[in-house]
């Protein structure tokens, strides 16, 4: 494999007190869906073929004050890993436009 060939990336820690699991996309190829159960809560999915996470509100249930806090700071990272893409993409590729 070439060294920037995309993949995801998955593990699992298990401790006395706790089990830990990790999952890193390091692909463009995501599918990344908002989707709504009825008209109680919202699900954010983000899947690669390999490995799928699902943000929804808290217990499943009704959304809270934390779970708009939470889309908030969800939004604004984005738009931050947004802008730092484009960016550093204008820098390695002057001249080329991002699709």
Do not use: N
């Not at 401790?15 to 699900?43: C, Q, W």
């Not at 929804?56 to 604004?76: H, I, N, Q, Y």
Request: proline share 5%; with cysteine; aromatic share 8%.
């Amino acid at each position: 494999m070439s060294e920037h060939e995309p993949y995801t990336f998955a593990s699992v820690s298990i401790e006395e007190d706790r089990t830990r699991l990790a999952v890193s996309f390091k692909t463009p190829y995501l599918s990344v869906l908002a989707l709504r159960a009825g008209d109680t809560r919202p699900f954010l999915t983000l899947a690669s073929s390999e490995a799928e996470i699902t943000i929804t509100t808290t217990g499943g249930g009704p959304v809270t004050g934390d779970d708009v806090s939470l889309a908030r700071e969800l939004v604004k990272v984005a738009t931050r890993y947004l802008a730092d893409c484009e960016r550093l993409h204008a820098e390695q590729f002057p001249g080329q436009v991002a699709l």
